[in-house]
């Protein structure tokens, strides 16, 4: 079962585009998180959002998390080569067991100079 | 960055051998886990520990098994090594509370031939 839906799955864009990536659920999480992923090494967290609407910036990064605490989006501005990988979304879980996170599948970023 | 290492990075292995991963951590983290990554499928939660000797499946613990006999090391040993079990390993480590990053080693590359 696939708690975290990430979208798109593929984007291809060129240097100086602005882009949203969504993370979207029907679960209720504590916490969400984005991680960077490039090839060859593991993924690298960015940002961890923990109150519902809460917005978080990292420089041309914008990281929103949703009201009801089920949902995210990552925009970036001005998009730059060294933007390019794979971003995953991560919800984390209350209760049971605690600091389980869930992941999406990713959001496989490629941007053309 | 978080002191975690995995061994070996890279194997090749045979179908029907038993293989062991190694997952080392210096931080003290109470949990553990261990993802496989495929494309098409994200990152996928094999096995997790939440303490020395406590551990508990993921989604896709079907031909592994793990064990954690000291807070610094989480084994994950393939019984007997399948073709689709080839694929990149990832460790990861997180502490508790609400917000709780994780941390993820570098990975380990199995082929299954």
């Known amino acids: 079962t696939?708690?975290?839906?990430?979208?798109?799955?593929?984007?291809?864009?060129?240097?100086?585009?602005n882009l949203t990536v969504y993370c979207n659920s029907s679960s209720v999480f504590s916490s969400l998180q984005w991680y960077r992923q490039e090839p060859g090494e593991g993924p690298v967290l960015l940002v961890t959002v923990v109150t519902g609407g809460e917005v978080k910036k990292l420089k041309r990064l914008t990281f929103q998390f949703g009201d009801a605490r089920k949902d995210s989006s990552l925009h970036i501005t001005a998009a730059?080569?060294?933007?390019?990988?794979?971003?995953?979304?991560?919800?984390?879980?209350?209760?049971?067991?605690?600091?389980?996170?869930?992941?999406?599948?990713?959001?496989?970023?490629?941007?053309k100079p | 960055d978080a002191?975690?290492?995995?061994?070996?990075?890279?194997?090749?292995?045979?179908?029907?051998?038993?293989?062991?991963?190694?997952?080392?951590q210096t931080e003290n983290h109470r949990y553990m886990y261990w993802y496989r990554q495929d494309p098409g499928h994200g990152l996928r939660l094999i096995h997790y520990s939440y303490g020395v000797k406590d551990t508990d499946k993921g989604e896709v613990s079907d031909g592994y098994s793990v064990s954690r006999s000291k807070?610094?090391?989480?084994?994950?040993?393939?019984?007997?090594?399948?073709?689709?079990?080839?694929?990149?390993?990832?460790?990861?480590?997180?502490?508790?509370?609400?917000?709780?990053?994780?941390?993820?080693?570098?990975?380990?590359?199995?082929?299954?031939?």
């Open chain 1, 2 to 17: 696939q708690l975290l839906e990430q979208s798109p799955q593929f984007l291809s864009i060129q240097e100086g585009e």
């Open chain 1, 80 to 111: 730059q080569p060294g933007d390019t990988g794979l971003y995953l979304c991560a919800g984390a879980r209350w209760g049971g067991s605690q600091g389980n996170l869930i992941f999406g599948k990713g959001t496989k970023l490629s941007v």
């Open chain 2, 3 to 24: 002191g975690i290492t995995q061994s070996p990075r890279h194997k090749v292995t045979e179908t029907g051998t038993p293989v062991t991963l190694r997952c080392h």
């Open chain 2, 71 to 113: 807070t610094e090391d989480f084994l994950l040993t393939l019984e007997s090594a399948t073709s689709s079990q080839t694929s990149v390993y990832f460790c990861a480590i997180s502490g508790t509370g609400v917000g709780t990053e994780a941390f993820f080693g570098q990975g380990t590359r199995l082929t299954v031939v």
